[in-house]
């Protein structure tokens, strides 16, 4: 089965009570049972639901896994992950991340005796050097938020199985319609489904796929332990956000290549960031793991001051300023003192992240628009 229809059709069970072609809202929190431990599968909706139950079945389907899970949030489904850990672990991780993912590493899971080392991942060797006897897990992203840095996720792939350790890609920038990390040797891909899964800013919500059964027994019991679980309602706007996310990614990915390319020839731009421009350093990379280059662009100004940015910011039109991503409209964010805020000053300025810099999540609106929006903020 194909992509797109996968996103329609991939790991879904009709419902077998009326037909109902579209997944029900079981917006239950308990269930029937004939007798003392017999059921028809379902017993309490922190453990399973079965909205939740197609919703995990569809992700895993278009990534290519064996074990889909949805969890509350982007960051609920990676506090699973870590927790699959032992104090005295260590975990290798891009210096240039979700701020989000930073904080929660640092402030909440270092006092737990788990080790973090925040390196460059465009060259496999900086993560080979930190990787020791404790180390037990390489967290990537690819391409980073906000810098659009593309991780070779089979060299990552190669370096972890050598190790014997695991490796998790957050796919949330890329989508499975463009990357699909299993498929290229990680272990877990992890997910903000909040954004292009979902599609349309109304629903925040996480997923994970894995292969491995074992990996899957485990990160299931910390769903249900302690329960971090979406409600059905969340589950069910999201499957109907995958059935148009092969549409969505397209044109989400021709506009911000039109964009990213207009910013690039403008006079009063310095730098822009897109995974897609054959002068990326790592362009021959992101060519061979991903079918399209996702709708995420940033850049910074010439003048390179905060001051610039803020005015330019504040005078988008379509471009609403707003955090998060992947809806259909278009967003503009100011990664320094919004998503990112919670990294301390000098390691975000060491990847790059300067206050300077705007991120855009292009959306799906007609890119004439969104150009002139563009064009009349910058001035």
């Known amino acids: 089965m194909k992509f797109n ?134 967290w990537a992203e690819t391409p980073t938020n906000p810098m659009m840095n593309v991780v070779d996720i089979r060299s990552m792939s190669q370096l972890a199985k050598h190790n014997k350790i695991l490796l998790c890609v957050d796919n949330t920038f890329a989508t499975p319609y463009i990357q699909r990390p299993l498929d290229l040797g990680a272990d877990i891909v992890m997910h903000s489904a909040t954004k292009y899964i979902a599609g349309h800013s109304d629903v925040v919500i996480g997923a994970i796929v894995v292969n491995d059964s074992i990996l899957h027994e485990k990160l299931s019991f910390i769903q249900n332990a302690s329960g971090a679980t979406p409600g059905p309602m969340d589950c069910f706007l999201t499957l109907r956000g995958i059935k148009t996310l092969h549409l969505r990614m397209q044109r989400h990915s021709e506009n911000a290549e039109k964009v990213a390319m207009y910013l690039k020839e403008h006079k009063k731009i310095q730098n822009v960031y897109w995974a897609g421009f054959k002068d990326h350093k790592n362009y021959k990379i992101a060519k061979s793991q991903m079918d399209a280059f996702g709708g995420m662009v940033s850049f910074i100004p010439v003048d390179k001051t905060f001051e610039t940015a803020k005015k330019i910011a504040e005078s988008l039109k379509l471009f609403t300023l707003a955090e998060s991503l992947g809806g259909v409209e278009s967003l503009c964010c100011h990664p320094a003192s919004m998503t990112h805020a919670s990294i301390p000053v000098e390691e975000r300025e060491k990847s790059g992240l300067v206050e300077s810099l705007l991120r855009l999540s292009v959306g799906i609106e007609d890119v004439d628009d969104l ?9």
Do not use: C, W
């Open 5 to 138: 229809t996968k996103a329609i059709h991939g790991g879904q069970i009709l419902d077998p009570a009326y037909g109902s072609v579209m997944t029900p809202i079981y917006q239950t929190s308990t269930y029937a049972q004939t007798s003392p431990g017999k059921h028809k599968g379902y017993e309490y909706s922190r453990t399973h639901n079965p909205t939740r139950t197609n919703f995990e079945r569809s992700i895993a389907s278009l990534e290519n896994g064996n074990h889909g899970l949805a969890f509350a949030s982007g960051l609920a489904a990676i506090d699973a992950i870590i927790k699959t850990l032992n104090p005295g672990d260590e975990i290798i991780s891009t210096n240039d991340l979700y701020g989000g993912s930073y904080r929660l590493f640092t402030k909440i899971f270092e006092k737990y005796d788990l080790k973090f080392h925040f390196v460059n991942m465009e060259d496999p060797k900086y993560v080979e050097a930190k990787i020791n006897s404790k180390t037990k897990l390489i």
């Open 371 to 379: 150009i002139d929006d563009l064009n009349h903020a910058i001035g």
